[in-house]
Structures are given as structure tokens and as C-alpha cells.
């Protein structure tokens, strides 16, 4: 029997098992054979993948070693922890599951798990608040080759992107305004600046109309507005460039140094592209960007947690959850029920044509 209530799925990209060579390999290898990630022809990316594979996993490994919880992977952990807290929220007007794109739980099982427990209706929310083909669309590629597999269909909603959504933008302000009330507030005339940073992405991407920057942009200027930032208090940047390939800019680790060699006083970093701490922020932003800032000549370096299981984040989840979850009561409508007494009452009316007579009167 159809379960009464929907089901909401989050899914974040993934993370490897465990911070070992082995388990980071295992996940590169999945996330760089994306086509939506790599849009380079496959017999040519295949051999630099190869070398990739043969090379960074090591490095990598001992970087995740470096930020590993007891729990485990910090981005497993914490939206696991969003689920729960969701699922809290919802209560019992959805079931919320965590999937993950490149890693388990993959979201073709969980889907699988859901159908065999009764779910028909499923909501799909990529955790990420700007839209990017490398990020949400590739969700929804995934989604879409699992229907392909199934005989009998789900409904299947999902939501796009919400870089300027209410409860968003109040969670990454709230977040900052914590964090004010013991720092202080910068002073934006002294040259201490919030630098959103988000994660890059190839300029011939951007440039084939992808509208990655336009929402980060939007994100960038519905915060400044928010806090009341002066113009070129808040500046936005890019981080997580690999290659030689072009990527939209400016880089976050070249802002952070040249604010470092004017000796800015201090730096505030928010990273509003990710809901859960990762590599990308604690080692990256945390430790690497730092270290590069301090040794330029920079001063106080500040980076504002703002997603995890902080109430605003699931509070941002949970209004495009109720927003797209409209009209999937958890109870089913009744079906209709014959009047007869209405039937007998009404006046004459046309007879339902035979199919010959229908065939007749579509021609």
C-alpha cells in the first residue's frame, strides 16, 4: 500500500568512506567520470584521469585526515544531522531521507528503499542553494536514469535553487550577526571586509550560459542588503580551482592575499554555497586561506560557520520543503461518491457518446 505521507530526500555531493588513499580514489574516480562535471570528450579525459587517480588521492587523503570527526566525514555527519532535525520539523507531513551523489548512500538506493516502503510522492533537494549543471542538474540526472528503471513511476519533485530565499538569507545574516555580537561588527571604513565565498566554476561553463554566477551574485547582494553592508564591504569570490583551465574569479586565496599584503585589519569569511562543512571549508578556508592571509600581513581571520544543523539552516530547507511539498497531503483525498438522487433530479442530459461516435466528433 502507498505511504499517506511524501518523502523529502536531500542530496549533497559525497565523501570518501574514510580519509584513506583507497576510499578517495574510489570517490574521485566517480565524481570526475561525471560528464556534467568534465565536459571534455572521455577518450581524451580518460588518461588524465588516470594520472589524477595515480597521484592526488595520497595528498588528499592526508588532507581529510586532518579534518576527520569522531562521527567520521564532517559533510556524512552533518547531513545526516540536517536530516534528523528536518525530519523534526516536518513532522509527520514527510519522511526525510539524506542520498548522496557521488558516495553512499547513493540516491538511486535510497529511492529504491522509499518505493519499497510505500512512498509514491518524493521530493528531491540538491543542498545547494545556486544553481550550477555541475551540482544540480547532475542530481537530477541521476533522478531521471532511476525513473528510467522503474516500471512504476513516482512522483518526482524537486527544487532548482534558492540563492535569495527568505529563510536563506536570514540564516547566513544570523549567522554573521552571532558571531558579530562577540567580534564586533567590522569596520568597513578601516578596510576590514565579509568575504562570501563560493565554489568555482570552469569560465567555459559560464560562459556556455551556465547561471552559476548570476545566483551567487544574488545570494552576495540579498546578504549585503540585509546586514546593511556599505558598497565593497561585501566582496565575493571563488574558491576550489584545480587544472589549468580557466574558472570564474576572483579567487577567493588571491583576495585573501591581497587583503593580506594591504594589511587589512580583519576578514570575516562565510561560505554560503555550503551547507555542510567539508574539505572545501575547514581545510581550505580555515587552514589554507588563513595561513595565507595572516602570512601576507593581514590581521584577525574570522570564518563564520553558518549551515550544519544550525536552525537556520534546516529552517531554510524546511521552507522549500513546505513550499514545494504543497497540495501532498499526507492523507489521500476521498474518492468520489455517485449522488443518485443528484442524477435523478438533474435535467435531461446528453448522452456519453459510443467510442465510434467520439472517434466522430475528434476528427
Given at each position: 500500500?502507498?505511504a499517506k505521507?511524501?518523502a523529502?530526500?536531500l542530496?549533497n555531493?559525497?565523501t570518501?568512506a574514510?580519509p584513506?588513499?583507497?576510499?578517495?580514489?574510489?570517490?574521485?574516480r566517480?565524481?570526475?567520470?561525471?560528464?556534467?562535471?568534465?565536459?571534455?570528450?572521455?577518450?581524451?579525459?580518460r588518461?588524465?584521469?588516470?594520472?589524477?587517480?595515480?597521484?592526488?588521492?595520497?595528498?588528499?587523503?592526508?588532507?581529510?585526515?586532518?579534518?576527520?570527526l569522531?562521527q567520521?566525514?564532517?559533510?556524512?555527519?552533518?547531513?545526516?544531522?540536517?536530516?534528523?532535525?528536518?525530519?523534526?520539523?516536518?513532522?509527520?507531513?514527510?519522511?526525510?531521507?539524506?542520498?548522496?551523489?557521488?558516495?553512499?548512500p547513493?540516491?538511486?538506493?535510497?529511492?529504491?528503499?522509499?518505493?519499497?516502503?510505500?512512498?509514491r510522492?518524493?521530493l528531491?533537494?540538491?543542498?545547494?542553494?545556486?544553481?550550477?549543471?555541475?551540482?544540480?542538474?547532475?542530481?537530477?540526472?541521476?533522478?531521471?536514469?532511476?525513473l528510467?528503471t522503474?516500471?512504476?513511476?513516482?512522483?518526482?519533485?524537486?527544487?532548482?535553487?534558492?540563492?535569495?530565499?527568505p529563510?536563506?538569507?536570514?540564516?547566513l545574516?544570523?549567522?554573521?550577526?552571532r558571531?558579530?555580537?562577540?567580534a564586533?561588527r567590522?569596520?568597513?571604513?578601516?578596510?576590514?571586509?565579509?568575504?562570501?565565498?563560493?565554489?568555482?566554476?570552469p569560465?567555459?561553463?559560464?560562459?556556455?550560459?551556465d547561471?552559476?554566477?548570476s545566483?551567487?551574485?544574488?545570494?552576495?547582494?540579498a546578504?549585503?542588503?540585509?546586514?546593511g553592508?556599505?558598497?565593497?564591504?561585501?566582496?565575493?569570490t571563488?574558491?576550489s580551482?584545480?587544472?589549468?583551465a580557466?574558472w570564474?574569479?576572483p579567487?577567493?586565496?588571491d583576495?585573501?592575499?591581497?587583503?593580506?599584503?594591504?594589511h587589512?585589519?580583519?576578514?570575516?569569511?562565510?561560505?554560503p554555497?555550503?551547507?555542510?562543512?567539508?574539505?572545501?571549508t575547514?581545510?581550505e578556508i580555515?587552514?589554507?586561506?588563513r595561513e595565507?592571509?595572516e602570512?601576507?600581513g593581514?590581521?584577525?581571520f574570522?570564518?563564520?560557520?553558518?549551515?550544519n544543523?544550525?536552525?537556520?539552516?534546516?529552517?531554510?530547507?524546511?521552507?522549500q520543503?513546505?513550499?514545494?511539498?504543497?497540495?501532498?497531503?499526507?492523507?489521500?483525498?476521498?474518492?468520489?461518491?455517485r449522488?443518485?438522487?443528484?442524477?435523478?433530479?438533474a435535467?435531461?442530459s446528453?448522452?456519453?457518446?459510443?467510442?465510434?461516435?467520439?472517434?466522430?466528433?475528434?476528427s
Open positions: 500500500m502507498p505521507a511524501p523529502v530526500v542530496v555531493l559525497g570518501p574514510e584513506t588513499p583507497a576510499a578517495v580514489r574510489t570517490f574521485l566517480k565524481f570526475l567520470s561525471d560528464r556534467r562535471v568534465i565536459e571534455m570528450n572521455p577518450l581524451l579525459w588518461p588524465i584521469l588516470s594520472i589524477i587517480l595515480a597521484v592526488r588521492p595520497l595528498s588528499v587523503a592526508a588532507k581529510y585526515k586532518a579534518i576527520w569522531e567520521g566525514s564532517p559533510l556524512m555527519h552533518y547531513s545526516v544531522q540536517q536530516a534528523k532535525r528536518l525530519q523534526e520539523e516536518l513532522g509527520q507531513d514527510a519522511t526525510v531521507r539524506v542520498a548522496m551523489r557521488y558516495s553512499e547513493t540516491l538511486p538506493k535510497v529511492l529504491d528503499e522509499l518505493y519499497a516502503a510505500g512512498h510522492r518524493v528531491v533537494i540538491p543542498a545547494y542553494p545556486q544553481y550550477t549543471a555541475t551540482c544540480g542538474a547532475t542530481v537530477m540526472d541521476e533522478a531521471a536514469r532511476w528510467l522503474t516500471r512504476d513511476h513516482v512522483e518526482l519533485r524537486t527544487v532548482r535553487s534558492f540563492p535569495t530565499a529563510a536563506y538569507v536570514e540564516a545574516a544570523a549567522s554573521l550577526e558571531h558579530w555580537r562577540e564586533g567590522p569596520d568597513f571604513e578601516a578596510g576590514e571586509r565579509v568575504i562570501a565565498s563560493f565554489h568555482s566554476i569560465a567555459a561553463m559560464h560562459n556556455a550560459g547561471p552559476y554566477r545566483e551567487c551574485e544574488a545570494t552576495s547582494a546578504l549585503a542588503e540585509r546586514l553592508i556599505p558598497a565593497g564591504g561585501l566582496v565575493t571563488y574558491q580551482v584545480f587544472g589549468r580557466e570564474i574569479g579567487a577567493t586565496i583576495t585573501v592575499e591581497a587583503l593580506g599584503k594591504e587589512c585589519p580583519r576578514v570575516d569569511v562565510i561560505c554555497g555550503f551547507v555542510a562543512d567539508c574539505l572545501e575547514l581545510e580555515d587552514q589554507l586561506n595565507t592571509f602570512q601576507a593581514g590581521g584577525a574570522h570564518y563564520v560557520r553558518w549551515g544543523d544550525s536552525a537556520g539552516c534546516v529552517a531554510a530547507f524546511a521552507e520543503a513546505r513550499s514545494a511539498l504543497s497540495g501532498w497531503t499526507p492523507t489521500a483525498p476521498a474518492p468520489l461518491q449522488d443518485d438522487a443528484a442524477v435523478a433530479a435535467p435531461d446528453a448522452p456519453v457518446p459510443a467510442a465510434s461516435n467520439l472517434a466522430h466528433m475528434l
